[in-house]
């Protein structure tokens, strides 16, 4: 989606503080001995609440309100009978419509004490997104972001998963550009025009490169295995730089 009238930025900003407000929430919510459909009944309920339509669901049939992944799980996982514990590391992916307007937004959360190594990866995983988020805005490159991120993934002796890009959103869960690499590219001189709302969303690493399929034909798993963590944002580009419409409030 390209945002040409204020009023669009607006409904862009609207679903933006819903799918945010929920993430928040449901880390608030997370204690050992929960599963994760009752986290994603929590998610549902306040999406439902706010009369926003859970997008992975409506658009592939995704057999959840939201996406949790626990662990050795990076993205896409079901909620299920799995049961939460302390030290694990669960990403909680919400992304939902209203209005006709469509945002992304997801994040790596700690529950209870972790490692140290993971808690550094958590953190650098979170100035790894604020990092592309800075190479947004009107007229930059595309591949800039991959490129800003790849430097400093490689600066601090990480990974980064190839094969799970950002995208474009607003209008639909996904469209174009429909993959936009969050690691360094060479030959991509596509450049991103005012108005661009796209996710950024690094899956930041220690030691995986892909995302390869599980048995359920959804959940994603670390190649070769390692811990993984993912931030993500929905931003329009401007002149100026970035507008960030999933920040917490």
Request: proline residues 6%; contains cysteine; neutral net charge.
């Amino acid at each position: 989606m390209t945002i040409t009238h204020e009023d669009e930025l607006d409904g862009l900003k609207a679903i933006g503080r819903i799918v945010s407000t929920t993430m928040h929430a449901m880390a608030r919510a997370m204690e050992p001995g929960m599963t994760t459909r009752e986290l994603d009944g929590i998610g549902r309920a306040l999406l439902e609440k706010e009369g926003a339509v859970p997008a992975p669901e409506a658009t592939y049939g995704f057999p959840g309100a939201t996406c949790i992944s626990v662990n050795e799980e990076i993205a896409h996982g079901i909620p299920g009978s799995r049961v939460l514990a302390r030290g694990d590391l669960v990403n909680i992916d919400v992304s939902a419509s209203k209005d006709g307007f469509f945002a992304d937004t997801g994040a790596t959360f700690r529950l209870g004490t972790v490692k140290p190594s993971l808690d550094r990866l958590c953190r650098d995983g979170k100035r790894a997104t604020e990092i592309g988020i800075a190479q947004v805005g009107a007229g930059r490159p595309l591949a800039g972001i991959g490129a800003a991120v790849g430097r400093f993934a490689q600066a601090r002796g990480y990974t980064l998963i190839r094969n799970l890009a950002s995208h474009g959103t607003g209008r639909a869960l996904h469209e174009a550009p429909e993959a936009v690499p969050t690691w360094p590219t060479r030959g991509d001189r596509r450049q991103i025009k005012r108005g661009l709302v796209l996710t950024v969303e690094p899956f930041l690493s220690k030691g995986g490169l892909w995302a390869r399929e599980g048995g359920d034909d959804w959940t994603l798993y670390a190649e070769p295995t390692a811990p993984v963590v993912q931030y993500e944002h929905t931003v329009v580009a401007t002149e100026r730089g970035a507008i960030v419409v999933t920040l917490p409030v």
